[in-house]
């Protein structure tokens, strides 16, 4: 229950005990009809506080619910965003396989034609 309820609730029941009091005191009837006052009194008050108490309770209930979605859909998303990043993390090692591999095959094909050259120049001053 909020502060705030729980300070209705203490207002309610305060306020009903003084006027009790003060209907007592006041009251020119005899003991047997402010008994049935106060009787009924109470009872109302009973009833008031019951309802503000469920009212709380219902409050309360509802902003656990609306949390515990709230919290769901979070863990929902979080999980959706990593499965997210796992795809692009292994996106990019492939791409970086593959350039690397293209690299490694374009530095081979550039050495074997210095190679040629070379062989090529060599035959070239031998003749």
Same mark, same amino acid.
């Given at each position: 229950?909020t @502060?705030? !309820?729980?300070?209705?609730?203490?207002?309610?029941?305060?306020?009903?005990?003084i006027g009790?009091?003060?209907?007592i005191?006041?009251?020119?009837?005899?003991?047997?009809?402010?008994?049935?006052?106060?009787?009924?009194t109470?009872?109302?008050?009973?009833?008031? =506080?019951?309802e503000?108490?469920?009212?709380?309770?219902?409050?309360?209930?509802? =902003?656990?619910?609306?949390?515990?979605?709230?919290?769901?859909?979070? !863990? @929902?998303? =979080?999980?959706?965003? #990593?499965?997210?990043?796992?795809?692009?993390?292994?996106?990019? #090692? =492939?791409?970086?396989?593959?350039?690397?591999q !293209? !690299?490694?095959?374009?530095?081979?094909?550039?050495?074997?034609?210095?190679?040629? #050259?070379?062989? @090529? @120049?060599?035959?070239?001053?031998?003749?």
């Open positions: 229950m @502060e705030k !309820n729980g300070d209705l609730l203490k207002g309610l029941f305060i306020g009903g005990l009790m009091a003060l209907g005191l006041f009251a020119p009837k005899s003991g047997k009809e402010t008994r049935e006052d106060l009787s009924r109470a009872n109302e008050m009973l009833a008031k =506080a019951k503000e108490y469920e009212k709380a309770a219902e409050k309360s209930r509802l =902003a656990y619910e609306s949390s515990l979605k709230h919290l769901k859909d979070f !863990n @929902e998303s =979080a999980k959706e965003k #990593a499965s997210e990043m796992g795809s692009k993390v292994g996106e990019l #090692a =492939a791409q970086s396989v593959d350039s690397l !293209n !690299n490694k095959s374009r530095f081979k094909k550039a050495i074997d034609a210095g190679l040629e #050259a070379y062989k @090529e @120049e060599s035959s070239k001053e031998k003749i």
